[in-house]
């Protein structure tokens, strides 16, 4: 092979470039286009397609295809046009993933975007090019207002040199296709009120909405009461249309609402609380002195609970119970309060009692704001507004104020620490319920400056990040209510014990039990990462045991899941806890299984769908493998840290651990690209990297690869490819192509993750995943990763 590295730094060379660069200015102004590349065997340069939303950032590959011939080069430049108006290059950073400089020597790169529009790039290397190889990738990202739909990115114009002599490029074209946004399912909290009267009176209970974030366009709603003490008389509603059939022998009646204007007149959507509708009972005049629940049996049925938008399409959907109090004397009926709502109180001094509803009272305890857990680190103070009904039950209302979070944030920035704790006290265990309301301007005051807020009771405690906090737009509330009487205990843990996840998980049921108190927590933050963390009350369980303990999630919209959690120190204290992250609130019970299968480690989404051709990001990736892998590294002593890891926030333990085991890295620059999709080739270099722990290296049996494929005989990732074919994870497709630079779908990690570690496909049973039918290719797969 001829030696032109004394041509590449003389003189006449220098010269020849600028007369090239001259020529393909003059080639470009001429051609507008370049014909398509069919039945040619001329080499081309060929352009990836790829696919994306608005906003996402994508890479097209671009490479080279000798189509059999023995042309060769070793200096390139090619001109490419794309439309602006639906992409725009990342700046700074143009060309990305330079495949040619793991397989050539003395590369240099260098690219020109003065043109809107279009991208020049320059390519010189010292070896000679002479087989199909993959160049680099156009790093793009897709304009917010991108419409749907395909968009060309072609060669313009090119050319490649041979020995001394260029030769015009010829272009095979291709596109990012611009793919439309999913209409993102509503959400809706229902309250079903509380009122109170004594025997023989008619009371009105409201069932409202809390938050609703998209227009209802119909609700049906079955609710069961107790029909030897309350009757219904009628039922009411502010919007026309609403119909409901009661029947006072069993207890049960049925409101529903469509809209009859075809979705024209919906229930708008609102920040605040708005009316459903209201039922009018008259409570029996032998009932006995008690609270009597309004509730709906089950809220995963839809002929029992069911709320639709103007499209028909069900909406995630929590309620909140309601209930009717008996008292023993007349009272004057109250405006019922719905759940999290609180006023603000005063700073007075804690310990006063106020007059409330007849039968009750109220006082206001002073609480600390504190940025450590002792008496002498207090930012800022906030009212408990504790009130004991004429039953005896207590429930607390806590307000934090701007004007207390302003406070709290300049004390917690002069002593340099960025967690505000709220320590609300319990002291006796009387509290039934817990309302923790965090207006606006708070949550975005603490976003702003980058603070933590923890709420810390005795039965739970909730850990909110800047970035859950960040843009919420509208007063957030916590319902805290834990399960204390042995009764509702009982209750939980025969659902629990019954439930087919749990059949599934144990090996045996008899080794099941239910660990402390079950917690039902309720909010209107949706979709919102925060971290709980639940108090382990046994002191007589091992290590072992603890190990073994994992958290039974009852989502309000019906989803069930088990979460193995991290065993902590509750509240800082030497009573162990267990802690977990969720997006989504409802009841929560400790579990203790000695006999167990392995646990779910991917779930779907909220709508019912699993997403299986949706691509994996690089942060997504490192959290599956969090849960299923092993890691030899002490969290305490990690300190891995990248520039982009705000981004990801949710994903920072794990992209942690899997930096600090070696199972992903960042770039030199610093930065992990969280929110990038993770290619094949990646992929294959991740598992090659796990097949080197000794843990999964004992399972797994190489064989030799008969055919390599064909795009990747000159790839940087080459290597890791064939030892992850030949264990029989990665293959290749039918037509003898690995797709190095393709992204890795939901579908195939799991699939490629379950190989690894032997997990062996689910076929039983129906599928849990609406957009995943029994005939999909990886359903199998699908339901090992994602049920127990």
């Not at 509603?237 to 009661?246: E, K, L, S």
């Not at 919420?472 to 025969?494: C, N, T, W, Y």
């Not at 409802?586 to 167990?596: A, D, H, K, P, Q």
């Not at 890691?631 to 002593?637: I, K, L």
Request: a negative charge.
């Amino acid at each position: 092979m001829p030696n032109h590295t004394g041509y590449l730094i003389s003189v006449k060379s220098k010269r020849f470039m600028k007369a090239l660069m001259a020529m393909l200015l003059m080639v470009s102004m001429s051609f507008s286009w370049l014909p398509q590349a069919q039945a040619s065997v001329d080499p081309v340069i060929h352009i990836g397609e790829i696919s994306g939303k608005p906003g996402d950032i994508v890479e097209v590959p671009v490479s080279y295809d000798s189509k059999g011939t023995n042309i060769s080069f070793y200096h390139s430049e090619l001109f490419f046009a794309y439309d602006p108006a639906v992409l725009e290059l990342v700046d700074g950073d143009e060309i990305v993933n330079r495949q040619a400089y793991d397989n050539y020597q003395g590369v240099s790169l260098t690219e020109d975007t003065s043109a809107p529009g279009y991208i020049s790039v320059i390519m010189t290397t010292q070896n000679i090019i002479q087989e199909s190889t993959a160049l680099y990738s156009l790093h793009f990202k897709i304009i917010e207002s991108a419409a749907a739909g395909p968009s060309s990115v072609a060669l313009h114009a090119g050319a490649l040199v041979e020995e001394f002599d260029p030769f015009q490029a010829t272009g095979e074209n291709g596109q990012v296709t611009v793919l439309a946004d999913e209409k993102p399912v509503g959400n809706v909290l229902v309250s079903i009120g509380s009122a109170q009267g004594k025997a023989g009176d008619k009371i009105t209970l409201p069932v409202d909405t809390v938050s609703l974030d998209q227009p209802i366009g119909s609700y049906g709603v079955r609710l069961k009461y107790n029909p030897a003490v309350l009757q219904v008389i009628n039922v009411t509603g502010d919007v026309p249309g609403i119909q409901y059939n009661a029947n006072n022998e069993t207890g049960s009646v049925i409101v529903g609402w469509s809209d009859e204007d075809g979705g024209q007149s919906p229930i708008p959507a609102s920040e605040s609380p708005q009316a459903l509708f209201k039922i009018e009972f008259r409570i029996a005049s032998g009932a006995i002195t008690g609270d009597y629940p309004v509730q709906v049996v089950d809220t995963t049925l839809p002929e029992h609970f069911t709320v639709t938008d103007i499209d028909a399409i069900e909406m995630n959907k929590q309620i909140v119970p309601g209930k009717i109090s008996v008292v023993g004397s007349p009272v004057t009926p109250t405006t019922p309060s719905n759940p999290g709502s609180s006023s603000s109180g005063s700073l007075s001094g804690g310990g006063s009692s106020t007059p409330s509803t007849p039968g009750s009272t109220s006082e206001k305890i002073t609480v600390n704001v504190t940025n450590e857990r002792n008496t002498n680190a207090v930012v800022s103070e906030t009212i408990i507004e504790r009130t004991t009904g004429a039953d005896g039950r207590k429930k607390d209302e806590v307000n934090l104020t701007a004007e207390q979070t302003s406070r709290a944030i300049e004390s917690l920035k002069k002593a340099g620490s960025n967690i505000a704790r709220i320590m609300i006290p319990d002291e006796k265990d009387e509290v039934s319920e817990l309302n923790v309301k965090l207006p606006a301007k708070s949550t975005s005051l603490m976003a702003d400056e980058k603070m933590k807020l923890y709420i810390e009771t005795d039965n739970a405690s909730l850990q909110l990040s800047p970035n859950s906090l960040q843009g919420l737009g509208s007063d957030i509330f916590f319902h805290l209510v834990p399960i204390k009487d042995a009764a509702g205990r009982e209750v939980v843990e025969q659902r629990i014990q019954k439930d087919p996840l749990i059949l599934k998980q144990s090996t045996n049921t008899a080794d099941f039990r239910l660990v402390g108190r079950p917690m039902t927590i309720e909010t209107n933050m949706s979709s919102r990462p925060v971290t709980v963390v639940l108090p382990i009350r046994d002191k007589n369980l091992t290590q072992k045991e603890l190990d073994k303990l994992q958290v039974f999630i009852e989502h309000s919209d019906g989803t069930k899941e088990l979460v193995k959690g991290k065993i902590v120190k509750f509240n800082g204290t030497d009573q162990p806890g267990i802690e977990f992250e969720v997006t989504q609130f409802s009841t929560f019970s400790i579990i203790l299984m000695n006999g167990i299968h392995s646990s779910a480690y991917i779930q779907g989404y909220a709508d019912g769908t699993f997403r299986p051709n949706q691509a994996v990001q690089r942060a997504e990736m490192a959290a599956l493998l969090s849960r299923i892998l092993p890691s030899d590294s002490d969290e305490a002593t990690l300190d891995t840290s990248y520039r982009d890891m705000p981004v990801a926030e949710w994903a920072r333990e794990a992209i942690t651990k899997a930096t600090a085991a070696g199972y992903m890295r960042g770039n030199a620059a610093g930065d992990f690209m969280p929110e990038r999709p993770i290619t094949r080739a990646e992929m294959a270099v991740i598992i090659e990297r796990l097949l080197n722990h000794k843990d999964i290296t004992e399972a797994v049996t190489t064989t030799e690869v008969a055919n390599e494929a064909t795009d990747i005989t000159l790839h940087w990732a080459r290597e890791a490819v064939q030892r992850v074919m030949a264990a029989g994870i990665m293959s290749v497709s039918q037509d003898g192509v690995f797709r190095p630079n393709d992204a890795v779908t939901r579908a195939e990690a799991v699939t490629l993750l379950n190989r690894l570690v032997h997990i062996e496909p689910e076929l039983s049973g129906t599928s849990r995943w609406k957009d995943v039918s029994v005939s999909h290719w990886a359903y199998g797969a699908i339901q090992a990763a994602s049920q127990n």
